[in-house]
């Protein structure tokens, strides 16, 4: 089990990994060591988890010596365009697992490798270097490089950073910035406080992006470790209000806590069934300082815990891999945020106002609430005290607001169909707005919210049988004011900007849930087999489908440049992997969900997915991708819901074989 990758892959900086500790905070960073974005670091807390996160230490300096002088086994980026020192050469191999490994081999075949892990739980982080044989007199010099910043800034070389340390025992404490984190190290070797300044470090993907990409890193001092008496062990931790205090038992040697924290987390991650259902464990986190209350992060490195994205990517992350406890968590929490019949689109952290700008939002909660409550009746698992009551009180409450009226135009028109959306707000997914212009308005009916309002309604109907006649009439004006017979498919919107009977028949993939990805499909067997056909052809790729189709003279075939150009693109032909859900669940199921059908799209579209797990994030899917060959992975390389629809696939609609005996996916060889 595991992804090995040998040395000209582990070069390859467009490969990232990232582990998380739970709470929100994380490290990530490419195999090489060299970072590329201003997000990869070794230890990024979450200060009010899962938000406010801070970058506390974004690498380490690392030589060996080994009698005839150093030798570095670490390299970074710096301006012009100067990668320095060399240790980039003696990388021989990069792991994900069992923990984050590398692997460097030295001139005269004498290898270290060097170990990486977080505790589950709690704002730390372990290094372990080991060597492949004893070597006499071998010395290991580590420097941590740290910026203590948010998450999102840059750094730069400033008088008010605090270079001091504090020495307690074997334990060294910095804390370069009065209203943010301290760090805490603990190690086997000797420190010794150096002040330094490393100036310029270049960020290549930021830079590509159109963003600020260069920073300064102070290092307070080094670790002096002597390899010929064992393993090398650095712990680095945070320490701040609100955050659980360093536990760490002062009667064990830090080399050998060190060690035992890495095995634990080995121990850990080896409990997971697959691979997959391990990387789900990464978005699965805690609100709070402690890991009572649970929430969804909806991707890193910038993500945070968004609403629409939570309830998507519940069903994967939770539903189908069976965990209850979590989805009822999550779904409760959210449960008490429903006003005017809407759910925010952000959970809201203290002292921030709520931004009540989707109009689906609210739907997919229904649609989840919904399986939850079947999947809990099913188990014959018992309801928490009042869960079931409240969900189905927040449940009345969002119908009832929008058969009413709500927020931003919101309401139930005559036809039974939910009418939504005013100038210059944004309440669809398709929601990239660039200076006050919202890209995609679709105001009116957009077919995909109707599709969700029709389910949303037999939820409530189940309920309160007074919403069955609702959902009948809206269910039969679908069909009539919808179908677009000219083109095999839907009109993306009807009354557009709320004029009776005006269309829009952008080829777009929102149509999809009409027919798959919900449970119930609104168009009879022939009518939503000509749309999965069209959808196919017209919009599928094998990252997920394109969000436009390349005839339309708007589409955008790259997804790249500055943010502007980046956000005009967002949904005008990029393609979108969590897409791939509702598409390979209807194209199963108008094919009669037969074994054979199922079959062929495990191979035909699931496969490329498996293939993508080592292409980008490692083990993970992406947020988007180019609508053009060769489809490169874009936006966000850890996405909640592109992976929560993988995994509702692999174990819903595709039944028990469906994720292929993962965690095992195919690419050039590799195995993931």
């Known amino acids: ?83 320095y020192p060399d240790g980039e050469r003696r990388l021989a191999s990069f792991a994900l697992d069992p923990v984050p490994t590398w692997t460097f081999e030295l001139e005269d075949g004498l290898q270290v490798e060097q170990r990486f892990a977080l505790r589950r739980g709690s704002p730390l982080a372990v290094v372990t270097w080991t060597l492949s044989r004893p070597r006499r007199g071998a010395r290991l010099l580590v420097r941590p490089l740290l910026s203590v910043r948010d998450v999102h800034a840059l750094a730069r070389e400033s008088a008010d950073f605090r270079f001091d340390a504090e020495r307690e025992g074997t334990r060294i404490r910095w804390k370069p910035r009065a209203d943010l984190p301290a760090v805490v190290a603990l190690a086997n070797g000797s420190y010794r406080h150096e002040p330094l300044w490393y100036r310029n470090f270049l960020y290549v993907e930021e830079r590509a992006r159109g963003y600020d990409h260069v920073e300064d890193l102070g290092s307070p ?20 209000a609100g955050q659980p205090a360093l536990r760490l038992p002062a009667d064990v040697p830090p080399g050998t806590l060190a060690r035992d924290l890495v095995a634990r987390e080995i121990e850990r991650r080896e409990g997971f069934p697959s691979r997959l259902d391990r990387t789900a464990e990464d978005y699965i986190v805690a609100r709070g300082p402690h890991e009572s209350g649970k929430t969804i992060v909806a991707g890193y490195p910038w993500f945070a815990d968004w609403g629409r994205d939570t309830f998507i990517a519940l069903r994967g992350l939770c539903l189908a891999r069976g965990r209850l406890d979590e989805a009822g968590s999550i779904l409760a929490a959210w449960a008490r945020l429903v006003s005017q019949g809407m759910l925010p689109n952000r959970f809201v952290d203290a002292g921030a106002e709520p931004e009540f700008n989707s109009v689906d939002a609210s ?3 229904v649609v989840a609430a919904g399986e939850y ?9 018992r309801f928490r005290p009042g869960e079931k009551e409240a969900l189905e009180r927040a449940v009345g409450a969002i119908l009832a607001g929008y058969a009413g009226g709500t927020r931003h135009g919101i309401h139930m028109d005559d036809d039974g169909l939910v009418a939504a959306g005013e100038s210059s707000v944004q309440l669809t997914w398709m929601d990239a707005k660039v200076d006050g212009e919202v890209i995609t308005p679709r105001i009116g009916k957009p077919v995909e919210i109707q599709a969700l309002w029709i389910n949303a309604l037999e939820v409530g109907a189940r309920i309160e049988r007074g919403w069955r ?3 009948e009439k809206a269910r039969a004006a679908f069909e009539e004011r919808f179908w677009n017979e000219s083109a095999d498919s839907l009109f993306d919107v009807v009354d557009v900007d709320h004029l009776p009977g005006r269309v829009d028949a952008s080829f777009r993939p929102n149509q999809i849930l009409a027919v798959g990805g919900l449970p119930l499909v609104l168009l009879p067997l022939e009518r939503a087999r000509r749309v999965v056909d069209a959808v196919e052809a017209k919009l599928w790729t094998p990252l997920g489908l394109r969000t436009l189709a390349p005839d339309d003279p708007r589409y955008v075939p790259v997804y790249r440049g500055d943010p502007l150009e980046r956000d005009r693109a967002y949904h005008q032909g990029t393609a979108w992997p969590w897409l791939l859900g509702p598409f390979v669940e209807a194209w199963v199921r108008v094919r009669g969900s037969t074994a054979a059908a199922r ?24 947020e988007i991708a180019d609508a053009d060959p060769p489809h490169v992975a874009r936006g966000a390389p850890f996405q909640a819901w592109s992976l929560g629809e993988l995994l509702r696939l692999a174990r819903v609609v595709l039944g028990p074989s469906g994720d292929a005996t993962i965690p095992v996916a195919e690419s050039r060889g590799r195995k993931v």
């Open 1 to 83: 089990m595991g992804t090995r990758l040998t040395r000209e892959r582990a070069g390859d900086r467009s490969l990232e990994w990232l582990e998380t500790d739970g709470l929100g905070g994380f490290a990530s960073g490419t195999p090489s060591g060299i970072r590329t974005r201003r997000y990869h670091g070794l230890l990024v807390v979450a200060r009010t988890p899962p938000t406010g996160r801070t970058m506390l230490v974004n690498g380490l300096e690392v030589w060996i010596d080994l009698g005839r002088g150093p030798l570095a086994l670490a390299a970074h980026h710096y301006t012009p365009d100067v990668v």
């Open 373 to 381: 409550l079947n999947a809990v009746q099913e188990s014959r698992r």
């Open 221 to 240: 001092g080094s670790f002096t470790f002597d390899l010929g008496d064992g393993d090398a062990g650095l712990i680095l931790a945070a320490e701040a």
């Open 599 to 622: 079959e062929e799209a495990r191979a035909r579209f699931l496969r490329p997915i498996y293939a993508h797990l080592c292409t980008a994030g490692l083990g993970h899917v992406s």
């Open 469 to 471: 006649k609702v959902g």
């Open 363 to 365: 739907l997919w909660f």
